[in-house]
């Protein structure tokens, strides 16, 4: 079988001529698209990578605020809960104070409207008894009650303990201003007198003696001189009724009553 070589030549040719159509116009633009994808996946990839990066930033950020967050809140929660008990302290100490003070000033009243009472009664009980003594010494020994105080009075003058004489016998020769005598009642001439020569027999002198009426006693006589007292009274005979009307107003005086322990609610924990 003979060859066309003309033939073979021409198929060559075209062959060259088909393989650099394809490398022109069909491979390049192939291999460029092929290339120009790989390059968008690439870039794809990459841009998807940054994304997953950044949301787990952002995630990561998150979670993070949120745990400050909720340290934020605990602490908060804490200070508010501190605070609170610290507030409620704080009232329940005002109340307590408040309710000691008005105790307090509820005792004082009490004692104080006591003791008035207890003065004013015993003042009206003194006062019974010496007029009951007066008329009882005014019928049955017909004498007046100033007159056997006074008796009793220069009495107790003549009494004296030594070491008492001496020192108002001091006051007396030592002062500059008179003896003075003073009582509820004007004294008579008779007690007067009485009472002069009690002190000048006692200390053998010719001692100066000012009378003197005095509205504060409730019934006795006294004597100063020099800052040295000697007197007589009822009142010591009336400290006993004293006693007994305090014992008295101490049993039926009413109790105070008692304050009450303030309890303020707990502060709500979440």
Not at 105 to 124: D, I, P, W
Not at 168 to 191: C, K, T
Not at 230 to 255: F, N
Request: contains cysteine; negative net charge.
């Amino acid at each position: 079988m003979l060859i066309d070589w003309f033939t073979v030549g021409a198929q060559l040719v075209n062959f060259l001529i088909l393989v650099w159509l394809l490398k022109h116009f069909l491979y390049k633009p192939v291999l460029k698209a092929i290339e120009d994808r790989e390059k968008r996946i690439a870039s794809e990839l990459a841009d998807a990578d940054a994304k997953v990066a950044a949301a787990k930033k952002e995630r990561d950020d998150f979670q993070a605020k949120n745990t400050d967050f909720d340290n934020q809140r605990s602490a908060l929660l804490a200070k508010a809960v501190n605070d609170a008990a610290a507030e409620s302290e704080r009232l329940l100490g005002v109340a307590r104070t408040q309710a000691n003070d008005l105790r307090a000033k509820q005792a004082s009243t009490l004692q104080g409207e006591r003791t008035r009472l207890s003065v004013t009664m015993s003042r009206l009980a003194a006062t019974e008894v010496v007029e009951i003594a007066r008329k009882t010494l005014g019928d049955l020994a017909t004498v007046s009650l100033e007159e056997r105080i006074g008796e009793v009075f220069t009495r107790r003058l003549r009494e004296l303990d030594a070491k008492s004489k001496e020192t108002l016998w001091a006051a007396l020769r030592n002062s500059s201003d008179h003896a003075v005598v003073s009582s509820r009642f004007d004294l008579g001439s008779i007690q007067r007198a009485a009472i002069q020569n009690a002190i000048n027999e006692d200390f053998s002198a010719d001692i100066h003696l000012r009378f003197e009426t005095s509205p504060d006693g409730i019934c006795g006589i006294e004597l100063t001189v020099g800052g040295q007292r000697v007197s007589w009274d009822i009142a010591s005979y009336l400290s006993s009724l004293d006693r007994k009307v305090g014992e008295y107003l101490d049993s039926h005086a009413p109790t105070e009553a008692a304050v009450p322990d303030i309890h303020l609610p707990a502060a709500a924990t979440a």
